[in-house]
């Protein structure tokens, strides 16, 4: 019956191995990593960026149309990293639970509550055979009334956690030690230090120099907390300050 040396465990998402591992939720964290995008998230004192690569596998497709930055709400961005099909309808049922959310409570819902509640739907993917875990790891900005800038990290097993900076995707761990140098004594980056921070780990650890075309950057400020995406010229804006800082 088995086939290779998953043993028949990887055949069905819930069970478990004999060593206490779920391959179809392993399998999940590869399909992230298989999509071949690396993406970077960097929190600053009043400020959150991430950036990601943009990749238009075709020379005949509009490259507008072509994204991995979605608004969740008008203060909530979310970056999808690994199988964009998965995210976006994660997207829209984050956008209907947030709307939920403002209709009951009246206030808009916070970072933190939507991270939980994408966390808690991932973890139910991992529990239930009639589903597959979604191949996405979602990073969540926004601007807390009380806390200030957020980010958070939620991957296809159903973890979630708040993070100074962080990465996802292929070249991952190359950038988590890049950020780790870059944020030893907990730095109080401004807005562009914050976002040249997340640009330059990005071509640090890719090891190229991009286009404004190549990447997409979204941002929330304290000062303007809806998020955003950052257009083609503010990209250049940026990349021609790293390149003559560097």
């Known amino acids: 019956m088995s086939r290779g040396s998953g043993g028949g465990y990887d055949r069905h ?35 959150v960026c991430v950036v990601t690569q943009k990749k238009v596998p075709d020379k005949l497709l509009d490259p507008t149309s072509i994204t991995h930055l979605f608004p969740v709400t008008k203060f909530l961005g979310l970056l999808a990293t690994g199988t964009t099909a998965d995210a976006r309808t994660l997207v829209q049922q984050a956008r209907n639970e947030a709307a939920e959310f403002r209709f ?35 990073m969540v900005l ?14 296809p097993a159903g973890h979630f ?42 071509q640090s650890v890719l090891q190229e120099d991009f286009k404004a075309n190549e990447i997409e950057v979204g941002v929330v400020r304290r000062d303007n907390p809806a998020f955003r995406v950052l257009t083609m010229e503010e990209i250049d804006e940026q990349l021609t300050a790293i390149s003559e800082r560097d």
């Not at 761990?173 to 780990?201: C, G, H, R, W």
């Open 13 to 47: 998402i819930t069970i478990f191995s004999p060593e206490g591992r779920l391959f179809q939720v392993e399998y999940a964290f590869k399909a992230v990593k298989a999509a071949g995008v690396t993406s970077i998230g960097v929190r600053g004192k009043d400020s």
């Open 142 to 155: 926004g601007i807390d009334d009380e806390n200030g800038p957020r980010l958070f990290k939620c991957d």
């Open 104 to 138: 009951k409570y009246g206030y808009e819902m916070p970072v933190d509550v939507l991270a939980r509640w994408i966390a808690d739907k991932s973890q139910i993917y991992t529990q239930h055979a009639y589903m597959r875990p979604l191949g996405v790891v979602a």
């Open 161 to 202: 956690f708040g993070h100074k900076a962080t990465s996802a995707g292929l070249k991952e761990q190359e950038a988590i030690n890049f950020l780790e140098k870059k944020m030893k004594n907990d730095p109080e980056f401004s807005y562009d230090e914050t976002v040249q921070t997340a640009i330059s780990a990005l």
